[in-house]
C-alpha cells in the first residue's frame, strides 16, 4: 500500500469507474493498492459532487495579486434641496461619468441656481466633497453665480 501519495486524476477516474460496475471499494482499493477509506471518500465525493478530481487547496492569502472584477453597473445620482422647513422634489442624474462640467449642467445651473433664488441671500450651498464637487469650473460656475458654499 502506497503511503500519502496523490492519486492523479486518470487513476481517480478508473477507481471510479470501476466501482460504478458494482465491484466492492474493498476489492477496488486492493487492485489499485490504496486504503480502503482513500477509495470510499473518493466514491463519497464523486457521489456529491459528481466529480472526481482533487479539490482546490486555498493555501494562504496571496498578498501580492490583486483581483478586480468589473461588471457593467447602471448608477444613477440624486440630488434634493434640503432645507429646515422643507426640500426640493428629488432630481435623477442617469447613467455616466459625474465630471465637473456635468455638474454645472445637470445640477448647479438648471436646480442649484433656482434654489438659492427661491431661497434668498441667506443660501449656503453643501456639497458631499465628490471630486466633481470640487473642480475649479464648478467653484468658478458657483462663484459666478454668487452662490456661498460650505466648506
Not at 486518470?10 to 487492485?31: L, S, W
Not at 478530481?53 to 495579486?65: A, D, F, L, Q
Request: aromatic share 6%.
Amino acid at each position: 500500500m502506497s503511503s500519502r501519495n496523490h492519486i492523479d486524476d486518470f487513476m481517480r477516474g478508473r477507481i471510479i469507474g470501476k466501482i460504478e460496475k458494482v465491484q466492492k471499494i474493498t476489492d477496488v482499493a486492493r487492485v489499485f493498492d490504496i486504503a480502503h477509506s482513500v477509495a470510499s471518500r473518493l466514491w463519497k465525493s464523486f457521489k456529491t459532487t459528481g466529480m472526481c478530481s482533487r479539490r482546490h487547496v486555498g493555501g494562504r492569502v496571496r498578498k501580492n495579486i490583486q483581483e478586480k472584477d468589473r461588471y457593467p453597473t447602471c448608477s444613477i445620482m440624486v440630488w434634493a434641496g434640503i432645507m429646515i422647513n422643507g426640500r426640493t422634489r428629488l432630481h435623477g442624474v442617469a447613467n455616466g461619468t459625474m465630471t465637473g462640467q456635468r455638474c454645472i449642467d445637470e445640477v448647479l445651473l438648471p436646480h442649484v441656481r433656482l434654489f438659492r433664488g427661491a431661497v434668498g441671500d441667506k443660501f449656503v450651498f453643501m456639497d458631499d466633497n465628490a471630486t466633481c464637487h470640487r473642480t475649479l469650473a464648478v467653484q468658478y460656475c458657483l462663484d459666478s453665480e454668487v452662490i456661498q458654499r460650505l466648506v
